[in-house]
């Protein structure tokens, strides 16, 4: 406790409401509210509809939530396998070569999206690797821009694993692959559901990769929703958003209802 | 394969390159191949002579001057701006806790899973000139000019970025945080100590690898921001990734976009590096990193 008197104390929870609402919660509930509006020329908004879901549900929109949902799936699966994959191989390794590809398997979150878009279409806009105009690529560059958070997020979880249990298992005579399945794998179960949440909101998110590499008939929600306000379809857009954030939720909190019945520590 | 054949021909200790190969493999081919051929296009502008033509021409370039200034004004402000909200809130949410101080914080962090972009969309329903802020004052002082309008500068995409970045802060200093023995306060209070020198003298030193953590991993993170600079779509205000997706594909120019891009991602890298140095030189335990 730093402030002892209840008055300086309540000073200064309000100055931590106001700011947190100002910076935190407006944002959010305007976009919300602007989801709703028919109209907004005053301070608050009009004439309430449901006719923004509504087109944010179906046609064009509604195609861009299933191209999103499916890229975010599909490019979270990769980068968990590569990821979980690398950080057990890595496991192995002396100290200097492990330090040297850990850091090869960090740095695609550290170079900006739009160049690595950049980098795709330059590399398979020609035989023998001709991916550009696909879908593809889009998944591709997901998983590059997520590959380091799952890669990290399994490594945390493998620091934390004691080896008694492995060499307990080993012990007793189970084989590599078997050891893996039953023992290594539920005991960093946690991680990797949090890996793969985590992967799936970045790609649900995913912007400067996408715009650069995204093919006719394959554009994600973000991307829908920068055209639909940059034409001025403001409050479609918003709809969008809380559709974007909604369906983002609901695979989080079905991923976190998965049972971990071997818990670590 | 050299190395491979040689650790193996070694008894003790097996080391297994084997198992390395399939996902360097998967990450050298779709990220470190894409990022050479980026450099060689910028070099030889996809003919076989090699030039620093394609380089020399964007240097200088005023459009390449002026999105290089916007991105290290934007990227040093909004970190400057993320470094001093994540401390303040941090500051209050740990040692002047109040009954839901915990959940606030998962709120606030909440929004790293968010799309950056959305914060934009909001400021402009918020700020913009036919916003929630705007009509209020017009109501208020009559005037028909909307009196804010600072969204659609600089000073909009900062103030964005602030709001999106400070979670990177706040959670490696409420880590670091709680490492603070909270008796070492309480007896600096007993003692006559003010809540300022207590900041000052003991909560301060001990943020400060989380601080220089935050504030690194803010610089990048700042750096390569692209979706919020699309949204609010300022005229004036291009940054160094808007101006490779502006040169290669509104404009379907990809050599001098690539030229960018080599920069851009050597800018990157360095700040990269900052950042990591940061947590080997004070260790990632105290940076409140791990």
Request: proline share 6%.
């Amino acid at each position: 406790m730093l402030v002892w008197s209840s008055s300086g104390r309540g000073l200064i929870w309000a100055f931590l409401a106001f700011v947190v609402g100002l910076v935190y919660i407006a944002p959010l509930a305007i976009i919300l509210a602007a989801s709703f509006a028919g109209q907004w020329n005053g301070v608050f908004p009009s004439l309430p509809t449901l006719s923004h879901y509504a087109s944010a549900l179906t046609g064009d929109s509604g195609a861009e939530l299933r191209a999103s949902v499916i890229t975010g799936m599909a490019a979270s699966a990769f980068a968990l396998t590569v990821g979980t994959w690398s950080a057990l191989a890595l496991r192995g390794l002396p100290l200097v070569p492990r330090r040297i590809l850990d850091l090869a398997f960090f740095i695609p979150s550290a170079v900006p999206s739009v160049s690595v878009g950049l980098g795709l279409l330059v590399a398979f806009s020609r035989p023998p690797l001709l991916l550009n105009g696909t879908v593809t690529i889009v998944i591709i560059a997901h998983f590059i821009l997520i590959s380091a958070f799952t890669y990290g997020s399994v490594s945390a979880g493998l620091a934390r694993l004691s080896p008694d249990f492995e060499q307990v298992a080993e012990s007793l005579g189970a084989r590599p692959l078997y050891r893996l399945w039953h023992v290594t794998l539920p005991m960093i179960l946690p991680y990797l559901i949090a890996a793969f949440s985590l992967s799936f909101a970045l790609s649900m998110g995913e912007l400067g990769a996408t715009v650069m590499v995204y093919p006719p008939g394959w554009s994600t929600i973000p991307v829908g929703i920068f055209s639909l306000t940059d034409r001025g379809d403001v409050f479609e857009g918003a709809a969008m958003s809380i559709v974007l954030i909604i369906i983002t939720l609901i695979v989080l909190i079905l991923l976190s209802r998965i049972p971990t019945k071997v818990a670590p520590r | 394969m050299a190395d491979a054949a040689l650790a193996l021909r070694r008894p003790a200790p097996r080391v297994d390159w084997f198992w390395v190969v399939p996902p360097l493999t998967v990450i050298g081919l779709l990220f470190f191949y894409p990022l050479a051929l980026i450099a060689r296009q910028a070099f030889t502008g996809g003919k076989t002579g090699f030039t620093f033509d394609h380089f020399a021409s964007v240097l200088r370039s005023r459009q390449f001057h002026s999105a290089l200034w916007n991105t290290i004004e934007i990227a040093l402000a909004s970190s400057g701006g993320c470094l001093v909200l994540g401390f303040v809130v941090a500051l209050i949410i740990a040692f002047v806790p109040f009954r839901g101080s915990r959940d606030a914080a998962r709120f606030i962090d909440t929004f790293i899973a968010l799309p950056t972009f959305l914060m934009a969309l909001s400021f402009t329903f918020i700020y913009g000139s036919a916003g929630v802020l705007n009509g209020l004052l017009m109501d208020i002082t009559g005037s028909n000019a909307p009196p804010v309008d600072f969204v659609y500068s600089i000073w909009g995409v900062i103030l964005a970025e602030v709001t999106v970045f400070t979670p990177f802060v706040l959670r490696p200093l409420l880590a670091a945080f709680s490492l603070i023995d909270t008796a070492q306060i309480e007896v600096a209070s007993s003692l006559g100590a003010g809540p300022w020198r207590i900041v000052r003298q003991i909560i301060f030193p001990a943020a400060l690898p989380a601080l220089l953590a935050g504030g690194s991993l803010c610089l990048l993170l700042t750096v390569n921001e692209f979706g919020i600079i699309l949204f609010i779509g300022a005229k004036g205000v291009i940054t160094l990734p808007l101006l490779v997706y502006d040169k290669a594909i509104q404009e379907g120019d990809y050599t001098p976009a690539c030229a960018i891009a080599v920069i851009n991602v050597l800018l990157s890298l360095s700040l990269y590096s900052l950042y990591r140095l940061v947590l080997a030189h004070f260790g990632g335990r105290n940076a409140g990193m791990v």
